[in-house]
């Protein structure tokens, strides 16, 4: 199990996220074991040293083991679920690092199960894209028992060599991500408004956002949706089902402290339009990435985008 400073890694979940994190630390040597319920997307994982297992119960004998999960209800099935990971009394990984966005409660209910078994819980939301991931600027935020982030550190450290903020004990990391995902939902359709309105006035999109993100306005978010906004390459990294849950999870929690958010709830109830309006296009419409936002703008402002096909940087390679 571990030799030295080495311990053996498991991995559960190989989604967009999950995959280009995975295969960070089995590319940097690491001793890790991946599941994943359709076992052919963990597959290409092996070329990099991965081992690829079929239930997760095969990991629970490994020190560390990290999930990315796309909600709650996933969690909750693959680790404590009946055949999920410690569904075998006595036996549970030392240390589980969950890196899904998932509610306050579901956190909850999964550490207090580990912490019965004996195990360790590490609440460890990411922030960022898989391209994110892959240029190295991925950031974390933690929260658990100091010593389980201490052994788990370096190894977090390595798919998110950015940052990574210990905020302190229990449930203190799903609301940080909870509130950083609120703001994205703002600023994500604050962006398509003023994108449109300067294309409307007359102003390419790509001129626009080049002259936003040299200001103090830009930002990693801005330059790394500056591509996609200006060339409508909607590949997705991050779907408005997936923005709208985290949304839905921020004005739950505002509601339960009795905090007004006023923008955060207008920006969430056009999310949920463009969702509407997603449905009925069809073609796959809400599978696109969440800066589809812009075409729900200018739709609702009478304007027809186009690629504007320019070469645009997007902040994470190098500056051509």
Known sequence: METGNKHTLGWVGTGRMGYAMAERLA???????????TRSKAEPLGAAGAKIVNSPAELVQCDVVFS????????????IGPGGMIAKAGKVPKV????????????????????????KFLAAPVSGSPKVVKAGKLSVVVSGPKDAFDEAMPYINIFAPA????VGEGELARIAKICHNVMLGVVAQNLAEITVLA?????PRAAFLAFMNSSVMGSVFT??????????????????NLLRKDLDLGLALAKKLDVPMPVATIARDILQSHIGHGALTGAGYLEKDFAALLEYQAHCSGIQLKPENVDVWDGLSPKK
């Open 223 to 240: 330059r790394y949706k500056s591509p996609a906004l200006v060339n409508l390459d909607w590949t997705p990294t991050f779907t408005a």
């Open 27 to 37: 590319q940097a040597g690491c001793n890790i074991s991946v599941y994943n319920r």
């Open 68 to 79: 990315m999960l796309a909600t709650s209800e996933d969690l909750k099935q693959v680790i």
């Open 163 to 166: 940052g990574v903020s210990y």
């Open 199 to 203: 294309e409307k006035a007359g102003l």
């Open 96 to 119: 589980l690092v969950d890196c899904s966005s998932i509610s306050i409660e579901a956190s909850a209910e999964v550490r207090q199960k580990l912490t019965e078994t004996g195990g």
